[in-house]
């Protein structure tokens, strides 16, 4: 059984950094692009950034600026994202998956997705 958790999120003021990860299990890691996505209150789910399964090649949503940064370790199974100098409009909902696109038909959403992590930047 696939199981991603997230975890690292939390209350940080504007300006502050934080470092998420996922852990993954039940399927065989080095063989999938991973994918960061946020949803924020009232918003679509958005591709933050992805990496490729082998060469560490990346890619980030239109919407990224270089205080996001996707990185990957195959030994532990492991993606994380780092972000800088949070913003308020950063607040929202973190996932983690085994896609790098964010899709849903009448048997579900495409990939495997963990829980979330919630990450809200406020004063």
């Known amino acids: 059984q696939v199981h991603l958790v997230e975890s690292g999120g939390g209350l940080v003021q504007p300006g502050g950094s934080l470092r998420l990860s996922c852990t993954a299990s039940?399927?065989?890691?080095?063989?999938?692009?991973m994918g960061w996505f946020r949803q924020a209150p009232g918003k679509e789910r958005e591709l933050v950034a992805c990496?490729?399964?082998?060469?560490?090649?990346?890619r980030y949503g239109d919407f990224v600026d270089d205080r996001f940064t996707i990185s990957r370790n195959n030994r532990e199974a492991a993606v994380y994202l780092q972000i800088r100098n949070l913003k308020p409009e950063d607040t929202a909902i973190y996932y983690c998956?085994?896609?790098?696109?964010?899709?849903?038909?009448?048997?579900?959403?495409?990939?495997?997705w963990g829980q979330g992590t919630q990450v809200t930047v406020s004063s």
């Open positions: 990496i490729s399964r082998s060469d560490g090649g990346t």
């Open positions: 039940g399927f065989t890691f080095e063989d999938y692009a």
């Open positions: 998956a085994n896609v790098c696109i964010y899709y849903v038909d009448h048997d579900g959403i495409f990939g495997s």
